[in-house]
Structures are given as C-alpha cells and as structure tokens.
C-alpha cells in the first residue's frame, strides 16, 4: 500500500510542516533540576534531522510546586529551564524541524521510585489518583485559578521562545483527565459535576487563558485519552454522543487539534464502526486529529515501559485509514525515540533497516 498521504504537507495556523509524521511526546527524564541540557538539545535536532514533520516535547511542567514527581522531568518555567529550550527550538530550526512543548501538570501521584518529592503535597481535583488512592490535597479555588494561570504562562513562554505549537497534556490519567474522569473528580463546585460536560470546565479554562495569552492564530493543541494507566478499558465517553459532547466545549474554547491517544491505533472506538479515537473526534468536531497508538511496532507503549521489547510492524492499515480522510496527522513514539532516522527510512522504502524497541532505548538519548 502507498504511503504517500503520509508524506504530504500540512499547514494550520503557525504549523508548516513537511509532512504528516509527529514525534509523539515521551518521558525522558534527562533534564537535571528541570533544566534541559545540550545533550537534549542535540536528540530533538536529530529528530528533525531525520526528517520528523512535527517534534512534541516530552512532558514539560508547569510552574506549580507539585506539578511533577520526578526531579529529571525538564520545567517550562524558569530562566535557566526557557534558556535551555531556547537550544532546543534553535537546534530543531537549524534542520528546518518545527515543534511545540507539551506542557504538563501530573496531578495527583504515585511517589517517584527514586524518593524524590516536591515541596509540598501533590494536588487535583479530590486528592485521587485512581479509585481509593490518595497522595495529596484537593485544590482549592485559588489552586485551580492560579495552575490555570500558570498554563497560560507556559503557553506565551512558548510562543516569545520561538516554539511553533503548543500542547496541553490533557490525557493518561495527570491532572486535566483527573478532572474529566468521574472516578477522581468528587468535587461539588462548578469544577464537578454529574456529566462530563461540566466536567470539562477546567480543561476549557485552561484553554480559553492558553488562547488569550497566545492570540488567535498560534496553533493550540491538546492530547486526550479515554484509557487511564490504571485502567486500560475505561471509557470517559461511551458513545458517540457522550463524545461529542466532551470534545466540543474544548473546540468551543478554543483548541485547534486534537490528539487522541489509545493503545492501539486499528482498535475501533465504538461498536458499529471501524472508526478510531481520532476518527470519531475528525467526525464528530471537523477538527484537526492526530492519532496514536503502536504504530510501526507490535507491542503498545505500556508493555514497554514494563520492558517489552517489540518489532516493527506493518503501516498498510495506518495508510488505509488515513487514505480514508479519518485523521490528519499521525503521531509516533517508540520507533523515532530508538531511532532518528525512522521517518526517513520509512520514507525511502528502507524498511529491513528499521530498528525494533527494546527497553534499553528508555534509559539513553539515542543519537544514531
């Protein structure tokens, strides 16, 4: 099958990029203090070496005292943290790359293996991480107004540092999808609620403060996920409608592209249709999606952080269903982190060159 629709130009707002392929965020933790270094540096630049159409960072936290539970986790706050990131969009622009900065709030966590906590006690919406597990407090009003804030920040210390996107971690169980999921989110101000519609008030919040600060035409983009890590098969939205009815007050408030995370890409969303995450979101909004999940490779991402290893696979299936119309973008983790040059290799026809992943490639920057 053609992968040529993979290839095509896309252009929205700030976004220029070369072709469809993004470098999907993943956790690093190689930023000493929060501060990203040269060697950081010099693994994104290699990325947009190899030809990666749009680079998303590794979570960034917000300034937030307890925003993160890992000291190596980089920050996108700070004089030394943005002059660290100033190296990485210039080093990423020398290659003609473009690229945004997932900025991230963790929420309520388990604590680091390495003991290391932050300062004061982890927070969201409850003090729930998961069903039954409590590792912190629950935000006040000021907590909420001040962490909304503090994402707006994030977002203009993108734009003024050169970067061209930003995304909002809104997904795999941290702090913005503590808020949407019913399980961790008991409160009874307006930042709760029953539906999950009311329950995306703070996420349209932090949207609507990330778009004022930014303007109207600096690309904006949030990466949601159905799926927690401590529960693969929960679903916030279990129908179609359910949905629609999360996705469009985020769109209302203001974000362009939605990136939807599951485990697995081909898995259909909802009975009835072969549509995925992403498929459903482009049908249901007539926005922007990027899709996810074990592209390239036979295991998911979970699997490897458990120290799988797996073996590139076939994108026949990726290239139908982006043939088809039902996302724009496709984003690719594993594969690009173990190898920089994936995306040109994919797109030479090199394929008995591809590299498979093996939990080796999560404790180094691989640089070749």
Known sequence: ???????????????????????????????????????????????????????????????????????????????????????????????????????????????????????????????????????????????IEDTILAFGKAAADAKATGFDCVEIHGAHGYLIDQFFWESTNLRTDGYGGKTLTERTRFATDVIREIRKQVGPDFAVIIRLSQFKPSAYTNKLAETPQEMDAWLQPLVDAGVDVLHCSQRRFWEPEFDGSDLNFAGWAKKLTGKTTITVGSVGLTGDFF??????????????????????????????????LADPNWVTKIRTGRTDDLKGFSKEALVELVME
């Open 1 to 143: 099958m053609s992968i040529d629709s993979l290839f095509r130009p896309f252009q929205l707002k700030t976004l220029n990029v070369k072709n469809r392929i993004v470098m999907a965020p993943m956790t690093r933790s190689f930023s000493p203090n929060g501060i990203p270094t040269q060697q950081v540096a010099a693994y994104y630049q290699k990325r947009a070496e190899g030809e990666v159409g749009l680079i998303l960072s590794e979570g960034t936290v917000i300034d937030r005292p307890s925003a993160s539970n890992d000291a190596n986790v980089p920050h996108f706050y700070g004089r030394e943290a943005l002059a660290g990131w100033q190296h990485v969009i210039d080093a990423v622009h020398a290659k003609g790359g473009q690229m945004g900065p997932q900025i991230w709030h963790m929420g309520i966590m388990d604590n680091h293996h390495s003991g290391w906590v932050p300062p004061v006690p982890f927070e969201g919406p409850s003090g729930l991480n998961r069903p039954g597990f409590t590792n912190g407090s629950t935000m006040t009003q000021k907590d």
């Open 303 to 336: 699997g490897a952080f458990a120290g799988e290893s797996s073996q590139p696979s076939s994108l026949d299936e990726l290239s139908r269903r982006m043939d088809r119309g039902d996302f724009d973008l496709v984003a690719v983790g594993r594969p690009i």
